[in-house]
C-alpha cells in the first residue's frame, strides 16, 4: 500500500479531467455548441498547462490533448445540428446490420464484389427503404444528368473491376490482348 500511494493522486487527477471532458461533451445542460467549445478549450488548457503534475501519466494526457486536438474540427457538429448522435455508434450499427442482412441474403461470410462497386447506392437504398415504403412514381430520378454520371461512374467501376479479374485470372493473354491493341492503334490501317 505504501509503495503505491505516491501513485495515486496523479491516477485521481487524470481521471477527473477526462471525466470532466466527458462530462461536458456529454452536456446535459443544453449549452450551445460555442459555449461547450469554450469549456473543453478551458479544461484542455488546464490539462496542457498541469500535465507535468501527473508523472507517468504525462504521456498519456499529450495523448489524448493529440487526439482531441485532431478531431476538434468536427467535434461540435452535434450540437449545431438537431438528431445528429455525437458517436458514430448508430453509423456502425447501420453498416454491421446491412452487412448482417446481406450475409443471410447471399450465405456468404465475406463482403460480395457488388458490395464494394455498388455500396454507395446499394447502402443507400437499403437505408431509405427501412423508413418507409417507396411507390414507384417516386423512384423517377429528378436530376437526370446527375444521375447519368453517377451510372456511368459505377459502370466505369465494374468495367475496371472486371479488368483486374481478367489480368488475375491469364496475365499473359491479358497483356497479348493490350499489345494486339496497341499495335493496331500506331500500325495505319
Known amino acids: 500500500m505504501d509503495e503505491t500511494q505516491p501513485l495515486w493522486e496523479p491516477v485521481q487527477r487524470t481521471y477527473a479531467w477526462v471525466q470532466a471532458a466527458a462530462a461536458i461533451l456529454d452536456n446535459p445542460a443544453q449549452l450551445s455548441a460555442m459555449q461547450v467549445r469554450r469549456r473543453l478549450r478551458g479544461l484542455l488548457g488546464a490539462m496542457r498547462r498541469w500535465q507535468g503534475t501527473v508523472g ?34 448508430d453509423l456502425e450499427h447501420l453498416f454491421g446490420r446491412y452487412r448482417h442482412l446481406e450475409r443471410r441474403i447471399t450465405g456468404r461470410k ?10 454507395a447506392v446499394r447502402l443507400t437504398a437499403a437505408v431509405a427503404t427501412q423508413t418507409r415504403a417507396f411507390a414507384g412514381h417516386e423512384l423517377v430520378p429528378h436530376d437526370l444528368p446527375s444521375w447519368r454520371m453517377l ?39
Request: charge should be positive; glycine fraction near 4%.
Open 56 to 89: 507517468p501519466l504525462q504521456a498519456a494526457i499529450a495523448h489524448f490533448l493529440k487526439v482531441t486536438r485532431s478531431y476538434w474540427p468536427g467535434l461540435f457538429h452535434c450540437y449545431t445540428v438537431p438528431g445528429l448522435p455525437r458517436t458514430n455508434n
Open 151 to 189: 451510372r456511368r461512374r459505377l459502370d466505369q467501376r465494374c468495367a475496371q473491376q472486371r479488368r483486374q479479374c481478367r489480368f488475375r485470372r491469364n496475365p499473359d493473354a491479358y497483356l497479348a490482348s493490350l499489345e494486339d491493341q496497341l499495335v493496331k492503334l500506331i500500325l495505319p490501317s
Open 110 to 119: 465475406v463482403v460480395a464484389r457488388s458490395f464494394i462497386l455498388r455500396g
